[in-house]
């Protein structure tokens, strides 16, 4: 199986914080890679560094065979990286249709003048990326809030709106940071359903942080455990919720095993 990402050996240090320690994993194209640790383990810190938002002081990533270690977020966006935020970054006094068109100006090729004019190539291409943005909306049953104002939106629905966006992109990796935090269940239900239909049909490589350890060990192919930015156990769902080392960090003390 293709190796999709490679994180070889990273660190990242603020000040003496040391956020990671020599992280090492790689993610199989077509996987769904969980991400998992105590509060302040390093989780967003390592997508932040997957993202470019972080650049680690020692170490490599690697994301199709090629080294994007140095490359700013807005190079790796085009290469086919997309995340959605641990706190929503939305654009709060745009509609949910303009949040999610604003995500396709990485596919715009019309320059300043023809886009103004909005006439030929310009109007053609506008329409080909509504579409594009239409069939998220569906996919999302996002229908009835297409045009609300995303910043008088639930929660919820917001951190729908939020994954909307993410796929505008068109992503071939998509880094999912606590997708369901802060949701009820029956919200987590419709969260974790999409994202199963998004591996599903389009066959994605997925990074998921996530807290809720029963959704993790049902949708994830493989998870990471991290605490105090070291990585501690790497396997199947089935093996981690075995490990040891995983249960003293979640619960404070040995595992009877």
């Known amino acids: 199986m293709a190796v999709k990402l490679h994180v070889d050996a990273i660190s990242l240090s603020f000040g003496g914080i040391k956020a990671l320690q020599n992280v090492d994993f790689q993610v199989n194209s077509g996987e769904i890679f969980a991400v998992i640790g105590p509060n302040g383990a390093g989780k967003t810190?390592?997508?932040?560094?997957?993202?470019?938002?972080?650049?680690?002081q020692s170490g490599a990533i690697r994301f199709d065979g090629r080294d994007i270690t140095t490359l700013p977020p807005y190079k790796r966006a085009p290469l086919g990286i997309s995340r959605t935020f641990q706190n929503i970054a939305l654009y709060t006094n745009m509609t949910t249709l303009d949040n999610l068109m604003a995500a396709r100006h990485i596919h715009m090729k019309a320059n300043m003048l023809t886009g103004?004019?909005?006439?030929?190539a310009a109007k053609r291409e506008e329409i080909a990326h509504r579409e594009?943005?239409?069939?998220i909306i569906d996919f999302l049953e996002l229908e009835a809030i297409r045009k609300v104002t995303v910043g008088a939106l639930p929660y919820g629905l917001r951190k729908r709106v939020e994954l909307g966006r993410a796929l505008a992109l068109e992503p071939s990796l998509?880094?999912?940071d606590e997708p369901m935090a802060g949701m009820n269940v029956e919200e987590k239900e419709d969260m974790a359903?999409?994202?199963l239909d998004i591996h599903e049909r389009q066959g994605m490589t997925i990074v998921l942080i996530e807290h809720d350890m029963g959704l993790v060990m049902d949708i994830s192919h493989r998870v990471m455990v991290l605490d105090f930015g070291q990585k501690i156990a790497e396997g199947t769902p089935e093996h981690i919720k075995r490990d040891p080392r995983v249960i003293k960090a979640y619960l404070g003390q040995e595992a009877n095993v």
Do not use: H, M, W
């Open 45 to 56: 810190s390592l997508i932040n560094s997957i993202n470019g938002f972080y650049r680690p």
């Open 116 to 120: 103004a004019l909005f006439v030929g």
């Open 132 to 135: 594009v943005v239409e069939k």
């Open 174 to 176: 998509l880094l999912l």
């Open 193 to 195: 359903r999409f994202i």
